[in-house]
């Protein structure tokens, strides 16, 4: 099993932050699910991207979104098992929020944009305590993330306090803004695998190590290393 299936199984069990706290003092509606789940999922493993640090090329394309498109929000949403975990963020301070609050969630199951207008007259989002309260949520646009193998991985997407729709060319800008998020996602992805297997090289595990290695060491925690190798492997 390769590093990222590691981190999807912590991923199921954390979860941190306020937007946490939030989410198990109030109910909301049950997030749906795509067919292909499983398939999903494991590519989103596959990627070895989850709680990786800040990418600039990421980052570039979400304070685009967030100029171009004139709102305060603007994110790069992986739909976890019970998370959503934000690749890049602007104009938003928490890393992740339940899979439960996530708009994103919703996006993830079409493969087009999603539009809500004004989230206080949607029946899915209004009670939801990223409508009801901070960041105080009115209008969501997001376009799926979707590799060459039709998985949606996660968003692209706008967001802001008051309502509003996507005008005229805004619809195809924020798509191929997500297209270019596609793209390098692919791009880094393919730098991870070894050109003659198509397994995962050494980078994706050496910087797997280094984030446990800091985990434990902020946390206190004990930490174990196994290392084997293959011999007359060519």
């Not at 749906?32 to 398939?39: F, H, K, L, S």
């Not at 306090?161 to 005008?167: G, V």
């Amino acid at each position: 099993a390769g590093p990222g299936l590691f981190r999807g199984a912590l991923a199921a069990l954390r979860c941190r932050g306020p937007y946490c706290r939030s989410w198990l003092q109030r109910p909301v509606s049950a997030y749906p699910i795509p067919d292909n789940e499983a398939e999903r999922q494991a590519a989103l493993d596959d990627q070895c991207i989850l709680d990786t640090e800040p990418d600039e090329d990421f980052d570039r394309i979400t304070r685009l979104a967030s100029q171009m498109l004139g709102v305060p929000i603007a994110l790069i949403s992986l739909v976890d098992r019970q998370r959503q975990w934000f690749l890049s963020r602007v104009g938003l301070e928490p890393r992740e929020t339940p899979r439960e609050l996530a708009f994103c969630a919703h996006t993830i199951c079409s493969d087009d944009v999603m539009v809500v207008s004004d989230a206080t007259a949607d029946a899915r989002f209004r009670d939801n305590p990223l409508v009801t309260g901070d960041p105080h949520i009115r209008f969501y646009a997001g376009v799926p993330l979707q590799t060459r193998s039709g998985f949606n991985l996660g968003t692209l997407c706008v967001i802001s306090r008051e309502p509003r729709q996507l005008a005229g060319t805004e619809h195809q800008l924020l798509k191929d803004l997500g297209g270019m998020v596609t793209q390098y996602l692919e791009s880094r992805r393919n730098s991870y695998r070894c050109p003659l297997t198509g397994l995962q090289n050494r980078r994706p595990f050496h910087e797997a190590g280094q984030r446990e290695f800091l985990r434990a060491r902020q946390s206190g925690e004990s930490l174990s290393l196994l290392l084997f190798g293959l011999d007359g492997f060519a």
